[in-house]
């Protein structure tokens, strides 16, 4: 079963949720976030940093909450935080992300903007096994995304969303049949 971690508008959760894929529980590190609200009558909660006394405590409660869910595959989709070994241990090799660069190129939250800012002629997508470094671990997935004419963040990570929603879900569903 299928946890999404999410932090912000929720679209790739949107995703997997169109595809079918049976996600059984949506978590997020903000009360607010958007794309809880997405997840209709499915399980929600919201551990905020400043609930716990250190990300790794913040993380084992997270990690319980999901494993009460039987959920043993997570899916991070937008989910800006890094995990800690406290987390992964939970899971291991069985937490994966959705990142909008050709990774190894351009980690981190801003990689569309520092895609634009570079001057590169082509993005892409790359779907991957999470590890305790920032957007590295081993990739599953990559398509390449072209740059145009007059891009801006808007339009660039617009384009490269709409490979996204096809990528993670492809990825999601290969990760559990191949178990
Ligand atoms: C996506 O572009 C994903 O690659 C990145 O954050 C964005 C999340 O978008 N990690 P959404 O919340 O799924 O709409």
Same mark, same amino acid.
């Given at each position: 079963?299928?946890?999404?971690?999410?932090?912000?508008?929720?679209?790739?959760?949107q995703a997997l949720l169109d595809a079918g894929l049976p996600v059984r529980a949506v978590a997020s590190n903000k009360r607010? =976030?958007?794309? @809880? %609200?997405?997840?209709?009558?499915?399980?929600?909660?919201?551990?905020?940093?400043? $609930?716990?006394?250190?990300?790794?405590?913040r993380d084992t409660a997270m990690a319980d909450w999901l494993q009460q869910h039987d959920v043993d595959v997570v899916v991070l989709a937008g989910y800006m935080h890094l995990?800690?070994?406290?987390?992964?241990?939970?899971?291991?090799?069985?937490?994966?992300?959705?990142?909008?660069?050709?990774?190894?190129?351009?980690?981190?939250?801003?990689?569309? =903007?520092?895609? @634009? %800012?570079?001057?590169?002629?082509?993005?892409?997508?790359?779907?991957?096994?999470? $590890?305790e470094g920032i957007d590295s671990g081993p990739i599953l997935l990559q398509e390449r995304v072209p740059v145009?004419?007059?891009?801006t963040v808007e339009t660039l990570h617009e384009r490269i969303k709409r490979v996204e929603h096809r990528l993670l879900p492809q990825a999601v569903e290969e990760l559990l049949c191949a178990r």
């Open positions: 079963m299928i946890g999404v971690l999410v932090s912000g508008g929720g679209t790739n959760l607010g =976030a958007p794309a @809880l %609200a997405r997840a209709g009558d499915l399980p929600t909660a919201s551990f905020e940093l400043s $609930d716990y006394a250190s990300r790794a405590e995990l800690t070994p406290q987390f992964l241990e939970r899971f291991p090799a069985r937490v994966i992300n959705v990142h909008p660069s050709l990774l190894p190129d351009f980690p981190g939250a801003h990689a569309v =903007a520092d895609q @634009l %800012a570079a001057g590169v002629r082509e993005s892409g997508v790359t779907v991957h096994v999470v $590890d145009l004419e007059g891009d």
